[in-house]
């Protein structure tokens, strides 16, 4: 059974391009969550998706970043215009139910680490 | 939005010997979850306890969780070099899972 499944794993990026990022969920996992991390530091929320539709982006800067998971594919996350501050290791993750009502463990892909130059 | 808070950042130890990590939060909680993470990697969920449990075990891992404390430890017993990893509690928030900034685990052979 594959696991979350990110790409790219790496990616860089010139000032002022966008950065898609993608991720393909566990099979049958409907609920997914965009996390991103700095060196030697925790993970921070971003935003938390359900199909074809974003549940909290409470974590999500209100510009240049969008997020989706449509109905058939992966779920993207997009940084349009990006910019130095905006490298960083950022990690999906899914679970089959909400991850804190139904106690269920949430599982990490291994993360897309994009640099910006 | 509440966050749990791991101490402490950083610990150093010898093969065999136990490591403890703490952990702390702010407000109720359905469950706490702990979470290792290999350098470079994602991160593995390592064990689930519930908010009307006090204890539970896994292998070589206990977890406590006084929520009059609002606190949760995590034990590694007779710790391995491959244990060496950074350690994170997460906390339940409406529906979001919440993540500290971790523990850095490091066992010396």
């Known amino acids: 059974n594959a696991g979350v499944m990110q790409n790219p794993r790496h990616l860089v990026r010139r000032r002022g391009q966008e950065a898609r990022l993608r991720c393909s969920p566990v099979?049958?996992?409907?609920?997914v969550y965009w996390y991103r991390q700095l060196p030697e530091e925790g993970l921070k929320f971003m935003v938390y998706l359900q199909k074809e539709n974003i549940i909290d982006e409470s974590g999500m800067p209100k510009e240049r970043f969008s997020a989706e998971f449509p109905k058939e594919g992966p779920s993207i996350l997009r940084i349009q215009q990006v910019v130095r501050g905006d490298s960083a290791a950022y990690f999906c993750a899914s679970s089959p139910t909400s991850g804190g009502g139904h106690n269920s463990p949430l599982h990490f892909g291994n993360g897309t680490r994009l640099t910006v130059t | 939005s509440q966050q749990g808070e791991e101490d402490p950042q950083a610990l150093s130890i010898q093969e065999g010997e136990n490591a403890t990590m703490n952990c702390s939060y702010k407000?109720?909680?359905?469950?706490l979850q702990w979470y290792r993470q290999n350098s470079g990697r994602g991160l593995v969920h390592l064990i689930l306890?519930?908010?009307?449990?006090r204890e539970k075990h896994s292998g070589r891992l206990r977890v406590t969780l006084d929520t009059s404390k609002k606190s949760s430890s995590l034990l590694i017993t007779a710790s391995r070099a491959a244990d060496t990893a950074s350690y994170f509690c997460a906390t339940d928030d409406n529906n979001d899972m919440r993540f500290g900034a971790g523990t850095r685990l490091t066992v010396k052979p």
């Open positions: 306890i519930r908010s009307n449990e």
């Open positions: 099979k049958g996992h409907s609920h």
């Open positions: 407000t109720s909680i359905n469950n």
